[in-house]
């Protein structure tokens, strides 16, 4: 399976965006997806999973605020985001793996979308 992530961009705090994966392949609906991101001078950071099953799962810090959602007919993982804050800003990927939750291990990732959130 090959992954492309799209939709980053630039909005205000506050606003919203909506990140889509792209799968190639027929095989996305038997992978779990996940979505990272990673800030400048910052750690990869775990944000949302979700299973085959529908399954959802969030970090912390964007409980509330991101939804994770997938149209296995579409081949495509979404991450909705609202309420962003400045923090917020960062490279964010997704990736497909065996096992929802975060931990991997993961046969493929997206090449990242930026998104920039402005006060």
């Known amino acids: 399976v090959q992954l492309q992530a799209s939709g980053g961009g630039l909005v205000q705090a506050g606003g919203s965006l909506r990140l889509s994966c792209a799968a190639s392949?027929?095989?996305?609906?038997?992978?779990?997806m996940d979505w990272f991101r990673q800030a400048p001078g910052k750690e990869h950071e775990f944000l949302a999973s979700?299973?085959?099953?529908?399954?959802?799962y969030y970090a912390d810090s964007v409980k509330g605020r991101f939804t994770i959602s997938r149209d296995n007919a579409k081949n495509t993982g979404y991450l909705q985001m609202n309420s962003l804050k400045i923090e917020d800003t960062a490279v964010y990927y997704c990736?497909?793996?065996?096992?929802?939750?975060?931990?991997?291990?993961?046969?493929?990732w997206g090449q990242g979308t930026q998104v920039t959130v402005s006060s």
């Open positions: 990736a497909a793996g065996k096992f929802a939750g975060g931990s991997g291990p993961y046969v493929a």
């Open positions: 392949g027929r095989t996305f609906s038997t992978y779990a």
């Open positions: 979700i299973s085959r099953g529908g399954n959802q």
